[in-house]
């Protein structure tokens, strides 16, 4: 944790970079995704590569977030242990 100039606690951030794809956010003590961030898998294609973006428990989407696919598609909204869950 680092600290702002009102000495308030600021989450760490990282690049992390994975066999699956690149993340970059918000990371716990033992440095894992935990909280806000970005995970890009590249895919195998132009086509398959996605974008997830928002909250993270235990290194997986959880709470509220975005996936983008390339083609354009995306969807917005729950997450739960890295899957769709609940409204979106």
């Excluded at 590569?49 to 509220?64: D, L, M, P, T, W």
Aim: with cysteine.
């Amino acid at each position: 944790m680092i600290s702002d100039k009102n000495n308030k606690t600021m989450p760490e951030t990282k690049v992390l970079k994975f066999k699956e794809g690149r993340y970059e956010g918000e990371v716990n003590s033992a440095g894992d995704p935990e909280g806000e961030g970005c995970l890009e898998y590249p895919g195998n294609d132009e086509f398959l590569r996605q974008i997830y973006e928002g909250q993270f428990v235990a290194k997986k989407a959880h709470g509220k977030g975005t996936m983008r696919w390339n083609q354009g598609d995306k969807y917005e909204g729950d997450w739960k242990e890295g899957l769709r869950h609940g409204k979106g």
